[in-house]
């Protein structure tokens, strides 16, 4: 299994998960011409995309999963909930994930399977989802747009190979910044987004012996700074004992490295 950050930001999130023969896309957040130059870029046809798994409705991160559905034929897995988004209106084929159970996903000769699960998460987009991948013994963890840490969603994910987990924002950073008062509050509240505190928090009740890299997402450009995130996590990791494991920033404007899980 392979994992590669498409785009991680506010203005658009997708990542590619390849799995054998099974193409996954884990959120199609961009504008759908954009979608197709990062899989491009990838070197990755977009009728290899079998499958597109929403974490939630919000834009940034569901923008054009229906009209990639359509383009490609993918089928679109999401809650129940996000099925009448408007984002959605153009996908031939929805699937409706449960939260909590495991979901296969087959390749396109039934090969492969790819399992998918979804664990509920707080956020202000009701349902939001991380996931857990799983395939022939190698575990990831995508996980962002979370308003605060939470020992029972870390318990969900734990011991993966390779997470993906937000760092949005230096709580100091955005303090100071820019943002009016309700947009602050919003990002900083229990519904909002992870802070490096928080999310060094869920990597130090996430982490196991299996992990080998960690992928900081959805930094914040205004609020916060790639090197303030990759401190806090390489200090949970280092408390840890975890000294080794590599630690990568994904970007907004660039497709990162198509890592093995």
């Known amino acids: 299994m392979h994992l590669q950050p498409l785009s991680s930001g506010s203005q658009g999130n997708a990542t590619l998960v390849r799995a054998g023969e099974t193409h996954l896309l884990v959120d199609a957040g961009l504008p759908l011409d954009e979608l197709l130059e990062r ?55 929805l699937a409706r994930l449960t939260v909590g159970s495991p979901q296969p996903l087959g390749g396109p000769r039934g090969e492969e399977e790819l399992n998918l699960r979804a664990v509920k998460i707080p956020h202000d987009a009701d349902p939001t989802v991380a996931f857990l991948l799983e395939h022939a013994g190698r575990r990831a963890v995508v996980l962002t747009d979370m308003g605060h840490a939470d020992r029972n969603v870390a318990r969900q994910l734990a011991d993966a190979h390779l997470i993906l987990i937000e760092f949005n924002h230096d709580l100091e950073l955005l303090e100071r910044g820019p943002y009016p008062p309700k947009l602050k509050r919003r990002v900083a509240g229990d519904q909002g987004h992870l802070s490096n505190v928080d999310a060094a928090r869920m990597l130090g009740w996430m982490a196991g012996p299996n992990l080998h890299t960690v992928v900081l997402a959805h930094l914040s450009e205004t609020n916060n ?13 280092a408390d840890l004992g975890l000294r080794g494991v590599r630690v990568l920033i994904a970007h907004q404007e660039q497709v990162g490295p198509n890592l093995e899980v």
């Open 39 to 93: 899989l491009e870029s990838a070197r990755v046809s977009p009728r290899r995309i079998g499958h597109i798994a929403l974490t939630h409705g919000h834009l940034d991160h569901a923008r054009s999963a229906g009209l990639l559905a359509k383009k490609t034929g993918a089928r679109v897995h999401c809650c129940e909930r996000l099925m009448s988004n408007a984002s959605l209106r153009s996908a031939p084929s």
């Open 225 to 237: 700074r790639p090197e303030l995130a990759r401190t806090c996590a390489e200090t949970a990791l």
